[in-house]
């Protein structure tokens, strides 16, 4: 069955510092993989796409990497803000036309 | 439509009673996904249409629930004699379904929805 596992499922850390997020998948075929960041009462808004013959792919302080050989993404944020606090959903392609969403991983930013 | 609309955007209703909750996805878009979020937890996938069908329904928790979607578009989600656990927002996602390209999900701003 085709899955996307995210990890850790929350993480509290310190304005800020770095951290990093977790995606892994079993989708064939392979099209795309997205982050998305959800703040809290909206809905999830697209960060960044990967494709197969991406490695990484930054947006401001977001760094996304994508390892298609062991279906591996991870979502890395520097220098922390507060308004990092928000839930981030990692949603893989299957190639044809079926998006497959991983549960997320609640992030929450201290002061 | 220029976004997902979902409606209503709040809903409290007591234990027993019946609950339709209304997506209307991006016009065009074949794709639409429901999901939900209990409070401070993750996605939860619920159904997964493709035009007016739908392929995967495994995420339904139970024979309360069912969806359906008429016109490739509008899709309404019930939810019949609401438990206490069914509070939780409901998210709605619609995309192209394009193979290619188009495979962006857009959500609504959801639904939250309490059983008092």
Known sequence: ?111 | GAGVSQSPSNKVTEKGKDVELRCDPISGHTALYWYRQSLGQGLEFLIYFQGNSAPDKSGLPSDRFSAERTGGSVSTLTIQRTQQEDSAVYLCASSSGLKWGGTEAFFGQGTRLTVV
Not at chain 1, 3 to 21: D, F, Y
Not at chain 1, 63 to 81: E, F, P, V, W, Y
């Open chain 1, 1 to 111: 069955k085709n899955q996307v596992e995210q990890s850790p499922q929350s993480l509290i850390i310190l304005e800020g510092k770095n951290c990093t997020l977790q995606c892994n998948y079993t989708v064939s075929p392979f099209s795309n993989l997205r982050w998305y960041k959800q703040d809290t009462g909206r809905g999830p808004v697209s960060l960044t796409i990967m494709t197969f013959s991406e490695n990484t792919k930054s947006n401001g302080r977001y760094t996304a990497t994508l390892d298609a050989d062991t279906k591996q993404s991870s979502l890395h944020i520097t220098a922390s803000q507060l308004s990092d606090s928000a839930s981030y959903i990692c949603v893989v392609s299957e190639g044809g036309n079926k998006l497959v969403f991983g549960a997320g991983t609640i992030l929450r930013v201290k002061s």
